[in-house]
């Protein structure tokens, strides 16, 4: 288990843009579980939609996608950053809202070097609200604000 102080020493999104806060099992380079909480005070709430406020979509993937970089974390080098590629067959099975909290599992269904993909379900109170797959892919750190 992990909580949002080891978190920290290993992801690198920061509030308010991180969104895990809890990681409840991590097996590296395989799964993770961990919960984010979804709180009305969280900035997209004032534009999304204020009369019937609802996490967005791409919100929920990058809640997965930030809990599949701890199973990725042990792969990564010095000059190696794991940035997500492809998202496919996201589902979005009922809204989520404010108050709820986020069961997120991922489960890496491949890995053939710089292409690692996980399978990813969220539930509230046990009840799916989200499935997909993320594909991530393996970057040099240095080409990112390298001019062509």
Known sequence: MMNITEINRRIKQ????????????????????????????EPYFAGHFPDAPIMPGVL????????????IDEKQSEGTLYVLLKVSGFKFLKP?????????????????GALVSFDAA???????????????TAINKNSVYAED
């Open 96 to 112: 989520v809202i404010p108050g709820d909290t986020l069961q997120i599992a991922v489960y890496k269904t491949r890995d053939s």
């Open 60 to 71: 929920i993937i990058e809640s997965c996608a930030q809990l599949c970089s701890l199973v």
């Open 14 to 41: 920061r509030p308010p843009f991180q969104m895990i806060e809890r990681v409840t099992k991590l097996t590296p380079n395989e799964c993770a579980e961990g919960i984010k909480n979804v709180s009305i005070n």
């Open 122 to 136: 969220v539930r509230v109170d046990g009840v799916m609200r989200a499935k997909g797959e993320l594909t991530f």
